[in-house]
């Protein structure tokens, strides 16, 4: 172990932006120590979030084409059923490589790997409560937290992870609920109600807000909404949870509209509580040596990732920005280049967005509505996958390309898609962006036929002229 030398970096957090940092910083040279408490590796996205959950759409969504779409393709079975525990193990056994894979990533690259709790105890000091018991101090000329986040709870509802769940035991139930009620439209929340719909279960999603996904560009968002309602999910925009019973068998949900009026009940078998997530830094001992956080409790830093503290740097899920793990990625890596005396960059404003429903809903850059605001003059290009040959060839054509550029020079400002790969196809947009190409330098590229990526090009042809297939 790695207690009795100094590190130049110690990471707190083994998630994909600890763990991340961590490998960046030992290729950097660095002597690296990473302490995680979880007893694997990869955080909230490998073992509870982006993989598990991607795992089961996938199941699901080949039992639901398997049920309802294999015969009109001329595939038939005499029938179709779910192996529940058969589904789950294949998730788990997907997870257990993963982590086991960054174990094995850290030995390549000499990171120590410490599995504990760890506490600040000085600006260069970690205690460590080891999970064999008894601790050990960790030190480091510059420690990096990444300590991610956690589920947020609402007020009077306990989760019990068995009928009222966090997305963690939405990962994990042992049965397919009848009627499952997912509160807060999220991704988190509409990617576990379309695993569990594709099961059977007859979702019902409560949302507060009047609308789901809030940073969704709000045409695409309203088509989004109309695909998830014909798989028959069903929505309670602008309501709110003001009381919930497990007394009797199932949950009872009190629920009334967001601006007050009548009460009423919905029952479930259970209820997932998906409503944000919330940085994670219990026990860690910030106000101990003087880490500053905002009101929300995210880690404030500047531009290098620089606490309050010099020395101390925080990243990912527990500072401000988007809490994605691509995000988190983005920042170790930052974050580990300032630290090596190198300049470190993220772009903010061009970190991708994806929903892994089906569509899939996939976006980069500026809504339209942000775009409104910012007062410049704009033009929209757009082109349904029901003119994609690809998409039709397949039968699978819900969707859209949906591109907004600037009206005087073409620039691309942002570009949202709806499509069953959207969360591939984006990253062609993205590339785009991070170049400041306009609208016509996607059109004017050759584009592969017949593909799903042909409708980028084409609604990039409508932007600033017209498409040919539509
Ligand atoms: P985390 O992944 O939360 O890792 C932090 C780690 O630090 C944890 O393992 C924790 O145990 C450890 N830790 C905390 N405190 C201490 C301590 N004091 N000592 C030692 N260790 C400590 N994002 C996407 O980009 N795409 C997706 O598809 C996606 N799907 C998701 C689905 C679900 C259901 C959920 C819940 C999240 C999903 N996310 C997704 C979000 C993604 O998981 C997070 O943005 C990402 O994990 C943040 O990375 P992080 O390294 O900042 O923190």
Redesign the pocket.
């Known amino acids: 172990s790695s207690g009795s030398e100094e590190n130049d970096v110690v990471v ?8 991340v940092a961590a490998i960046k910083a030992a290729q950097l040279g660095l002597k690296t120590t990473c ?4 007893g694997t ?10 993989i ?3 795992a089961l759409l996938h199941s699901s969504h080949m039992y639901h084409e398997a049920k309802h779409s294999f015969a009109s393709h001329g595939v038939k079975f005499p029938s179709v059923e779910v192996d529940l525990p058969a589904m789950m193990a294949q998730k788990d056994k997907a997870v257990a490589n993963l982590t086991r894979g960054i174990e094995g990533l850290f030995k390549k690259n000499k990171v120590s790997y410490v599995k ?4 600040l105890i000085s600006p260069s000091e970690v205690s ?1 409560d080891t999970l064999e018991g008894g601790s050990t101090i960790v030190k480091g000329k510059n420690i990096i937290i ?6 947020k709870s609402l007020p009077g509802i306990t989760i019990d992870e068995k009928k009222i769940v966090s ?2 035991g ?2 994990s139930l042992s049965e397919i609920p009848k009627k499952l009620i997912v509160i807060g439209a999220g ?2 929340g509409l ?2 109600g379309s695993v569990w719909g594709r099961l059977g279960s007859e979702v019902t999603v409560v949302e507060f807000a009047p609308d789901i996904v809030p940073s969704m560009d709000a045409e695409v968002r309203k088509q989004f909404q109309r695909a998830l309602e014909k798989q028959k999910m069903k929505f309670m925009l602008k309501t709110k949870v003001v009381g919930v019973d497990t007394s009797g068998e199932g949950v009872k949900l009190t629920v009334e509209p967001s601006s007050g009026g009548e009460q009423s009940t919905l029952e479930a078998d259970v209820v997932l509580v998906s409503a944000g ?1 919330v940085p ?5 001992g910030l106000e101990k040596i003087g880490v500053e956080t905002d009101k929300v409790g995210r880690i404030t830093v500047d531009k290098r990732f620089t606490t309050s503290v010099p020395g101390v740097y925080a ?4 500072i401000p920005g988007p ?6 990625e983005e ?2 890596v930052a974050c580990v280049e300032f630290i090596a005396g190198k300049e470190g960059h993220v772009d903010y404003d061009l970190v991708p967005g ?1 929903v ?1 429903t089906h569509p899939e809903v996939a976006s980069v850059g500026k809504t339209e509505e942000q775009v409104k605001a910012l007062g410049v003059d704009y033009r929209v290009g757009k082109f349904p996958f029901l003119a994609n040959s690809r998409a039709k060839a397949i039968d699978d054509a819900e969707g859209v390309v949906k591109i907004l550029a600037e009206k005087e020079t073409d620039k691309i400002l942002g570009v949202h898609i709806m499509a069953p790969n959207a969360g591939e196809l984006i990253h062609e947009a993205v590339l785009a962006l991070q170049y400041g190409a306009s609208s016509e330098d996607i059109a004017r590229t050759c584009h592969a036929h017949p593909t799903m990526s042909e409708a980028l090009k084409e609604a990039a042809m409508a932007t600033y002229d017209k498409p040919i297939h539509i």
């Open positions: 707190i957090g083994g998630g994909p932006g600890g763990y302490i995680e408490k979880r590796l990869g955080g909230t996205c490998l073992n509870v979030g982006c598990p959950s991607k504990g709790y760890g506490k460590v990444a300590t991610g986040s956690d589920v997305s963690t939405a990962l991704y988190i990617e576990m997530r994670f830094t219990a026990g860690l990243i990912g899920d527990v809490m994605l793990a691509h995000k988190a920042d170790g994806v892994y």
